[in-house]
C-alpha cells in the first residue's frame, strides 16, 4: 500500500467521525451543557475548534454541509476564557494562529472586544507556574506551560519571552535528564516510564528549535523505542495509563513525524504501523463518539465524564497526523510484514537507578512486553501485554501474574523499581527488595513496603510463556493469591505448581467494570489461592489456545480428533462459504478473533463455484487467518463438475499447512498440485472410531442377524460407507455371486442407485442411507471381514478404516496402496476384478481372517484420536497464527 492510500484512510476516518459527531451530537457545532449525565467541561470547545483545524490543514473545507472556517468560528465562539488552562490554552492559541496575529486576526477580526478578549483569556495559563513550582503539577507541566507562552507570543499578546525561555529551559532540563531522552513521567524519579515517554516528543515538536540537541536526539530514541515494543495492532506503548485508543493515535503520529522529519529506522515502516493502528482503530469509534468506556475501560481521570474531550482529542490526532502526512512522497510504500515486526529478545534500560526497563520479545510463537518500571498500580506491574493476548486490568490494584498479598488489611505486590535486572537465556530475572503497596502510580519513597524479597523469571517455552517466582516474607502474610486474567476471544491454558497447600480455580469475571483492560473485558480469572507462610514458590505456565475455524465442525470426525486436545485449541464452525450463510461484517468479526482456518473438503465449503473459493481465500489472507488442509481426497467423490482441479490447485497453493493421510496420498497429491514452498507437511493417519462403537460388544449379534434376514454362524463379510465412484461395489457383488462358499455372506450397505444385487440368497443388500450412529453400530455388529474394494484412481483415503481399526476387523483389500500402507498385516488381498474377488474370497480362512483382526486391533493405538489430535496439534503450532 502506498502513503497516499494509508494517509486516505486515516483522514476519512477522521472527517467521517467528525462529521457523524456534529450530526449527531453537536447540531450547529453547539456543545451541550450536559452529555449522558456529566457536566461537559470548558475542554471540550477548544478541542472541537483544534481538530478543526487539523483537518482544514488536511485539505478538509466543510464539515455538516458547513464551511470549515465557519466550523471553527463556532467552536471558538464558546470557549469559556476563565475555564480554558493548560492543554487547551496553547490549543485555542494555535487554532488562532492559523488565522494571522491576534490583533490582525481575519478569523475574529470583527468580533465584539468581549469575544475577543474571552479568546485572550483562554489563551493565558500563567497561574499554573506556581501550581508548577510547588510540585503539584507534574514536571512535564513546563513542556504543556512553554507551549502555552509559544502560542502566546506568536499571537503576539506577549512580548516579554523570560517566562517561555525559563519554561523551554526547565522542558530542555527534564528531557536532557536521561542520557537517552527517556522521560521518567512520575514526580518523585520511581522510574515511571510509559506512553509519556514517547508522546512528550510529539508534545514539545512545536518547541523543537528551542530546545536544540536534546530534542532530536530524544525524539530519535524515542522513536526506536516505539518500534522496538510496538505491538502488531498498531499500539505504540501497552502498559500503564493513556493507552489503548490513545496507543493507536500515538503510532500515526509518530509515524508523520518520522516520515516528515526523515527520522526513525525508515519512512516505509514507520507507514507500515501507521497502517496497522488505523486498520485496528474503526473499533474505538461508533456513532460519533470514542467507545474506549464500552467493555472496556480508561484510567478514570478519561472516565465517561470526559467522553466528548477524548473523541475529539482522538480525532486530532488522526487529523494532525493525516495533515503532516499530506506533505510526505504520496507514492511510498509500505514496509513488509517482517521488517517491522522482526524477531526480537531485548531488555531495553530506561534508567540504571532506580532501575527501569521493558523487555520485549517476538519470535513466530510468542510475543509481548514486560514492564519493569516505578508504579505497582495493575497497568505497570511487571506483567506481559499484548493487546488481544495478555491484557490486564486498568487503573487497579487487581495484580495479574505477581503475587496479591494482603497484610495488615492492606495489599501489596511484586512490583516497583527492581534490585537487579538481567537477561538470562530465553527470558528475564527479577529481584525485589520489599513489596510495595499494590495499586500506587505514585510511589512514595518514604512509604515503607511490606518487609521480605522477591525474585521473578520470565522464560519463554515455543508458545507457552513461564514464570517463575519465589518471596520469603520477614512476617507471615494473611493472604497470597495469584491471578492470570484472560481476555475476550482469546483463551489460555493456564498451569500452575507449588509446594505449598493452595487451591485452583477459575472466576467468571464478565461484566465486571474492575475486570476490563485499555482493550477488551476480562470475562475469566484464573486463580492459584497460596496458604499464607515465610517463604513461598510457585510457577505459572501460560498458553494461548489456537482459535481454529473447521469446515469439519459438529461432524463425528472434527468432534474424535479436536476431543483430545481441548485444553489447547478452541474449535469453531467456519463462518465462510454459502452454507455457513454468515453476513460478510459477521465473518469478518469472528475471522479477527481466530488464528487457524481448518479445510477438510473444499466442495462442502462452497461446492463448484471456482470464485467463491478464490474469494474465501482472499478474506482468510487478508484477514491473516492461516490455513491448514487435512486433504482427504485427490479431487471430490462427485465427478460432476470439472472446476474442481481448480479449487483443489487454489487451495494447495494457499495452505499453509498441508495433513496427508498417508506417505503414499502425500507422492499423490504433490504430483497432481502445486503447494507453497514454505508449506508445512504433515502425514498423520486417519484415527479410529472405536470410542464411537463402544457398545457394539454389548448387542447380541444373533438378535441383529434375524433383524437382518441373515444367517447364524456364517463368515460375515460387509461393505460400509457411502456410495463412490471409487468403491467398486458392483465388481465385489458379481465377484462374490461367483463363489461356491455357502458358509460366507455378503452384507453391503453401500448399495449405490446404479447398483443391481445378484440373485443369490448369500448376498443381502440395503440401499445406502445416512442412519443413526446407534444403528450403523448394530449393523455393524453382524460383521466379520470388512470388504474395502477401492478403486485408487482420484482416491487419497477413506474414513472406513477407521470403522474397521475400531472394530480390530479384518479387511478384505484392493491393491490400492493406501490400505496397504495403513492397514498393512489387518489387510487381506482381494484386488478389483469379479475374478479376484471370488479368488480371495474362496481361500478366505478363518485362521486368516483372526491373524488379519488380531493386526487389526493391534493397530488401534497408532490410529488413537489422542494420538493423532496430538500429531495434529503439533502441526498447528507449528504453522501458527498471526494474531500476535
Same mark, same amino acid.
Given at each position: 500500500?502506498?502513503?497516499?492510500?494509508?494517509?486516505?484512510?486515516?483522514?476519512?476516518?477522521?472527517?467521517?467521525?467528525?462529521?457523524? !459527531?456534529?450530526?449527531?451530537?453537536?447540531?450547529?457545532?453547539?456543545?451541550?451543557?450536559?452529555?449522558?449525565?456529566?457536566?461537559?467541561?470548558?475542554?471540550?470547545?477548544?478541542?472541537?475548534?483544534?481538530? /478543526?483545524?487539523?483537518?482544514?490543514?488536511?485539505?478538509?473545507?466543510?464539515?455538516?454541509?458547513?464551511?470549515?472556517?465557519?466550523?471553527?468560528? $463556532?467552536?471558538? $465562539?464558546?470557549?469559556?476564557?476563565?475555564?480554558?488552562?493548560?492543554?487547551?490554552?496553547?490549543?485555542?492559541?494555535?487554532?488562532?494562529?492559523?488565522?494571522?496575529?491576534?490583533?490582525?486576526?481575519?478569523?475574529?477580526?470583527?468580533?465584539?472586544?468581549?469575544?475577543?478578549?474571552? *479568546?485572550?483569556?483562554?489563551?493565558?495559563?500563567?497561574?499554573?507556574?506556581?501550581?508548577?513550582?510547588?510540585?503539584?503539577?507534574?514536571?512535564?507541566?513546563?513542556?504543556?506551560?512553554?507551549?502555552?507562552?509559544?502560542?502566546?507570543?506568536? *499571537?503576539?499578546?506577549?512580548?516579554?519571552?523570560?517566562? %517561555?525561555?525559563?519554561?523551554?529551559?526547565?522542558?530542555?532540563?527534564?528531557?536532557?535528564?536521561?542520557?537517552?531522552?527517556?522521560?521518567?513521567?512520575?514526580?518523585?524519579?520511581?522510574?515511571?516510564?510509559?506512553?509519556?515517554?514517547?508522546?512528550?516528543?510529539?508534545?514539545?515538536?512545536?518547541?523543537?528549535?528551542?530546545?536544540?540537541?536534546?530534542?532530536?536526539?530524544?525524539?530519535?530514541?524515542? +522513536?526506536?523505542?516505539?518500534?522496538?515494543?510496538?505491538?502488531?495492532?498498531?499500539?505504540?506503548?501497552?502498559?500503564?495509563?493513556?493507552?489503548?485508543?490513545?496507543?493507536?493515535?500515538?503510532?500515526?503520529?509518530?509515524?508523520?513525524?518520522?516520515?516528515? =522529519?526523515?527520522?526513525?529506522?525508515?519512512?516505509?515502516?514507520?507507514?507500515?504501523?501507521?497502517?496497522?493502528?488505523?486498520?485496528?482503530?474503526?473499533?474505538?469509534?461508533?456513532?460519533?463518539?470514542?467507545?474506549?468506556?464500552?467493555?472496556?475501560?480508561?484510567?478514570?481521570?478519561?472516565?465517561?465524564? $470526559?467522553?466528548?474531550?477524548?473523541?475529539?482529542?482522538?480525532?486530532?490526532?488522526?487529523?494532525?497526523?493525516?495533515?503532516?502526512?499530506?506533505?510526505?512522497?504520496?507514492?511510498?510504500?509500505?514496509?513488509?510484514?517482517?521488517?517491522?515486526?522482526?524477531?526480537?529478545?531485548? *531488555?531495553?534500560?530506561?534508567?540504571?537507578?532506580?532501575?527501569?526497563?521493558?523487555?520485549?520479545?517476538?519470535?513466530?510463537?510468542?510475543?509481548?512486553?514486560?514492564?519493569?518500571?516505578?508504579?505497582?498500580?495493575?497497568?505497570?506491574?511487571?506483567?506481559?501485554?499484548?493487546?488481544?493476548?495478555?491484557?490486564?486490568?486498568?487503573?487497579?490494584?487487581?495484580?495479574?501474574?505477581?503475587?496479591?498479598?494482603?497484610?495488615?488489611?492492606?495489599?501489596?505486590?511484586?512490583?516497583?523499581?527492581?534490585?537487579?535486572?538481567?537477561?538470562?537465556?530465553?527470558?528475564?530475572?527479577?529481584?525485589?527488595?520489599?513489596?510495595?503497596?499494590?495499586?500506587?502510580?505514585?510511589?512514595?519513597?518514604?512509604?515503607?513496603?511490606?518487609?521480605?524479597?522477591?525474585?521473578?523469571?520470565?522464560?519463554?517455552?515455543?508458545?507457552? /510463556?513461564?514464570?517463575?517466582?519465589?518471596?520469603?516474607?520477614?512476617?507471615?502474610?494473611?493472604?497470597?493469591?495469584?491471578?492470570?486474567?484472560?481476555?475476550?476471544?482469546?483463551?489460555?491454558?493456564?498451569?500452575?505448581?507449588?509446594?505449598?497447600?493452595?487451591?485452583?480455580?477459575?472466576?467468571?469475571?464478565?461484566?465486571?467494570?474492575?475486570?476490563?483492560?485499555?482493550?477488551?473485558? !476480562?470475562?475469566?480469572?484464573?486463580?492459584?489461592?497460596?496458604?499464607?507462610?515465610?517463604?513461598?514458590?510457585?510457577?505459572?505456565?501460560?498458553?494461548?489456545?489456537?482459535?481454529?475455524?473447521?469446515?469439519?465442525?459438529?461432524?463425528?470426525?472434527?468432534?474424535?480428533?479436536?476431543?483430545?486436545?481441548?485444553?489447547?485449541?478452541?474449535?469453531?464452525?467456519?463462518? +465462510?462459504?454459502?452454507?455457513?450463510?454468515?453476513?460478510?461484517?459477521?465473518?469478518? =468479526?469472528? *475471522?479477527?478473533?481466530?488464528?487457524?482456518?481448518?479445510?477438510?473438503?473444499?466442495?462442502?465449503?462452497?461446492?463448484?463455484?471456482?470464485?467463491?473459493?478464490?474469494?474465501?481465500?482472499?478474506? +482468510?489472507?487478508?484477514?491473516?487467518?492461516?490455513?491448514?488442509?487435512?486433504?482427504?481426497?485427490?479431487?471430490?467423490?462427485?465427478?460432476?463438475?470439472?472446476?474442481?482441479?481448480?479449487?483443489?490447485?487454489?487451495?494447495?497453493?494457499?495452505?499453509?499447512?498441508?495433513?496427508?493421510?498417508?506417505?503414499?496420498?502425500?507422492?499423490?497429491?504433490?504430483?497432481?498440485?502445486?503447494?507453497?514452498?514454505?508449506?508445512?507437511?504433515?502425514?498423520?493417519?486417519?484415527?479410529?472410531?472405536?470410542?464411537?462403537?463402544?457398545?457394539?460388544?454389548?448387542?447380541?449379534?444373533?438378535?441383529?442377524?434375524?433383524?437382518?434376514?441373515?444367517?447364524?454362524?456364517?463368515?460375515?463379510?460387509?461393505?460400509?460407507?457411502?456410495?463412490?465412484?471409487?468403491?467398486?461395489?458392483?465388481?465385489?457383488?458379481?465377484?462374490?455371486?461367483?463363489?461356491?462358499?455357502?458358509?460366507?455372506?455378503?452384507?453391503?450397505?453401500?448399495?449405490?442407485?446404479?447398483?443391481?444385487?445378484?440373485?443369490?440368497?448369500?448376498?443381502?443388500?440395503?440401499?445406502?442411507?445416512?442412519?443413526?450412529?446407534?444403528?450403523?453400530?448394530?449393523?455393524?455388529?453382524?460383521?466379520?471381514?470388512?470388504?474395502?474394494?477401492?478403486?485408487?484412481?482420484?482416491?487419497?483415503?477413506?474414513?472406513?478404516?477407521?470403522?474397521?481399526?475400531? %472394530?480390530?476387523?479384518?479387511?478384505?483389500?484392493?491393491?490400492?496402496?493406501?490400505?496397504?500402507?495403513?492397514?498393512?498385516?489387518?489387510?487381506?488381498?482381494?484386488?478389483?476384478?469379479?475374478?479376484?474377488?471370488?479368488?480371495?474370497?474362496?481361500?478366505?480362512?478363518?485362521?486368516?481372517?483372526?491373524?488379519?483382526?488380531?493386526?487389526?486391533?493391534?493397530?488401534?493405538?497408532?490410529?488413537?484420536?489422542?494420538?493423532?489430535?496430538?500429531?495434529?496439534?503439533?502441526?498447528?503450532?507449528?504453522?501458527?497464527?498471526?494474531?500476535?
Amino acid at each position: 500500500m502506498r502513503l497516499h492510500e494509508v494517509r486516505a484512510r486515516i483522514l476519512g476516518l477522521a472527517a467521517g467521525t467528525t462529521e457523524r !459527531l456534529v450530526d449527531r451530537h453537536l447540531p450547529g457545532f453547539r456543545i451541550p451543557s450536559v452529555f449522558a449525565g456529566h457536566r461537559v467541561e470548558p475542554d471540550v470547545a477548544a478541542d472541537l475548534a483544534f481538530t /478543526l483545524c487539523h483537518l482544514r490543514d488536511a485539505g478538509v473545507s466543510e464539515v455538516a454541509s458547513v464551511p470549515i472556517e465557519e466550523g471553527i468560528a $463556532r467552536a471558538l $465562539r464558546q470557549v469559556d476564557g476563565e475555564g480554558t488552562h493548560s492543554f487547551w490554552s496553547y490549543r485555542v492559541a494555535e487554532s488562532l494562529i492559523r488565522f494571522g496575529p491576534f490583533a490582525q486576526n481575519s478569523l475574529i477580526d470583527d468580533w465584539p472586544e468581549s469575544m475577543r478578549a474571552e *479568546l485572550e483569556r483562554a489563551c493565558d495559563t500563567t497561574s499554573f507556574v506556581e501550581l508548577l513550582d510547588s510540585g503539584l503539577l507534574p514536571r512535564n507541566y513546563a513542556a504543556v506551560l512553554a507551549r502555552c507562552e509559544l502560542g502566546r507570543a506568536k *499571537l503576539g499578546i506577549i512580548e516579554d519571552l523570560h517566562l %517561555l525561555d525559563d519554561l523551554v529551559a526547565r522542558t530542555r532540563e527534564m528531557l536532557g535528564a536521561s542520557p537517552d531522552g527517556y522521560l521518567d513521567d512520575s514526580t518523585t524519579g520511581v522510574g515511571r516510564y510509559d506512553i509519556y515517554t514517547a508522546d512528550v516528543y510529539l508534545f514539545t515538536e512545536p518547541l523543537a528549535e528551542q530546545l536544540g540537541p536534546v530534542w532530536e536526539q530524544g525524539a530519535r530514541n524515542a +522513536l526506536d523505542l516505539v518500534a522496538k515494543v510496538a505491538s502488531t495492532d498498531g499500539s505504540a506503548i501497552t502498559w500503564g495509563r493513556s493507552t489503548g485508543a490513545l496507543a493507536a493515535c500515538l503510532t500515526m503520529e509518530l509515524a508523520a513525524l518520522a516520515i516528515d =522529519r526523515s527520522i526513525g529506522d525508515g519512512d516505509d515502516r514507520w507507514l507500515s504501523r501507521a497502517l496497522a493502528a488505523v486498520e485496528h482503530f474503526d473499533r474505538w469509534l461508533e456513532d460519533g463518539l470514542i467507545s474506549a468506556h464500552q467493555h472496556r475501560s480508561t484510567y478514570s481521570y478519561r472516565g465517561p465524564q $470526559r467522553r466528548l474531550q477524548m473523541t475529539l482529542d482522538v480525532l486530532g490526532k488522526l487529523a494532525c497526523s493525516a495533515a503532516i502526512l499530506r506533505r510526505a512522497d504520496p507514492d511510498l510504500p509500505t514496509a513488509g510484514w517482517e521488517e517491522v515486526h522482526p524477531e526480537s529478545n531485548r *531488555l531495553i534500560l530506561f534508567s540504571e537507578r532506580p532501575v527501569a526497563a521493558v523487555w520485549t520479545y517476538r519470535s513466530s510463537d510468542c510475543a509481548f512486553v514486560v514492564p519493569f518500571v516505578g508504579s505497582t498500580r495493575s497497568d505497570y506491574l511487571p506483567a506481559p501485554r499484548n493487546p488481544g493476548l495478555y491484557e490486564v486490568p486498568v487503573d487497579s490494584v487487581i495484580a495479574s501474574l505477581v503475587p496479591l498479598v494482603f497484610a495488615g488489611g492492606q495489599a501489596f505486590t511484586v512490583g516497583g523499581p527492581p534490585t537487579s535486572l538481567q537477561m538470562v537465556g530465553d527470558g528475564v530475572s527479577a529481584s525485589y527488595s520489599g513489596l510495595p503497596r499494590a495499586g500506587v502510580l505514585e510511589i512514595d519513597p518514604d512509604q515503607q513496603p511490606l518487609s521480605g524479597t522477591a525474585s521473578l523469571r520470565y522464560r519463554v517455552e515455543g508458545r507457552s /510463556l513461564v514464570v517463575d517466582e519465589e518471596i520469603r516474607f520477614e512476617k507471615r502474610p494473611e493472604a497470597v493469591s495469584v491471578l492470570v486474567c484472560e481476555t475476550a476471544h482469546r483463551p489460555l491454558r493456564v498451569q500452575f505448581a507449588t509446594d505449598a497447600e493452595h487451591d485452583v480455580q477459575t472466576v467468571d469475571t464478565a461484566g465486571l467494570k474492575e475486570y476490563r483492560s485499555f482493550w477488551a473485558e !476480562l470475562p475469566l480469572v484464573h486463580q492459584l489461592d497460596m496458604e499464607p507462610s515465610e517463604s513461598i514458590a510457585f510457577s505459572l505456565e501460560m498458553t494461548p489456545k489456537l482459535r481454529i475455524a473447521s469446515t469439519a465442525f459438529g461432524h463425528h470426525y472434527h468432534r474424535s480428533l479436536y476431543g483430545p486436545i481441548r485444553d489447547f485449541v478452541v474449535g469453531i464452525a467456519s463462518p +465462510l462459504g454459502p452454507l455457513a450463510a454468515r453476513a460478510d461484517h459477521e465473518a469478518e =468479526r469472528i *475471522l479477527d478473533h481466530v488464528d487457524l482456518f481448518h479445510l477438510h473438503w473444499p466442495e462442502w465449503l462452497a461446492f463448484d463455484d471456482v470464485d467463491e473459493h478464490r474469494r474465501i481465500i482472499g478474506r +482468510l489472507q487478508e484477514s491473516g487467518v492461516r490455513i491448514v488442509w487435512t486433504q482427504h481426497n485427490l479431487t471430490p467423490h462427485s465427478k460432476g463438475s470439472a472446476a474442481y482441479d481448480a479449487i483443489y490447485q487454489a487451495w494447495a497453493a494457499a495452505a499453509d499447512g498441508v495433513i496427508h493421510q498417508s506417505e503414499w496420498g502425500r507422492r499423490q497429491s504433490l504430483d497432481r498440485y502445486e503447494f507453497r514452498d514454505d508449506v508445512v507437511e504433515g502425514v498423520i493417519p486417519h484415527g479410529h472410531f472405536g470410542p464411537l462403537m463402544s457398545e457394539i460388544d454389548r448387542i447380541d449379534r444373533r438378535d441383529v442377524e434375524a433383524e437382518l434376514g441373515l444367517r447364524p454362524e456364517a463368515l460375515r463379510i460387509g461393505i460400509i460407507g457411502a456410495p463412490r465412484a471409487e468403491k467398486r461395489v458392483q465388481d465385489f457383488m458379481d465377484g462374490f455371486a461367483a463363489t461356491r462358499r455357502r458358509d460366507v455372506e455378503l452384507l453391503v450397505l453401500s448399495l449405490g442407485e446404479g447398483d443391481r444385487v445378484p440373485d443369490d440368497p448369500r448376498i443381502t443388500a440395503i440401499p445406502y442411507e445416512m442412519v443413526p450412529r446407534e444403528l450403523y453400530n448394530r449393523r455393524l455388529r453382524a460383521l466379520d471381514v470388512v470388504a474395502l474394494p477401492f478403486s485408487p484412481e482420484g482416491m487419497l483415503a477413506t474414513g472406513t478404516i477407521g470403522d474397521v481399526i475400531g %472394530l480390530g476387523l479384518a479387511a478384505l483389500v484392493s491393491d490400492w496402496p493406501f490400505l496397504a500402507e495403513m492397514l498393512a498385516e489387518a489387510g487381506i488381498p482381494c484386488g478389483l476384478s469379479p475374478a479376484e474377488v471370488a479368488e480371495a474370497v474362496e481361500n478366505l480362512d478363518p485362521t486368516v481372517v483372526e491373524r488379519a483382526a488380531a493386526a487389526s486391533r493391534a493397530l488401534q493405538a497408532t490410529h488413537d484420536w489422542s494420538e493423532i489430535a496430538h500429531q495434529t496439534l503439533a502441526l498447528f503450532e507449528q504453522v501458527g497464527t498471526t494474531r500476535l
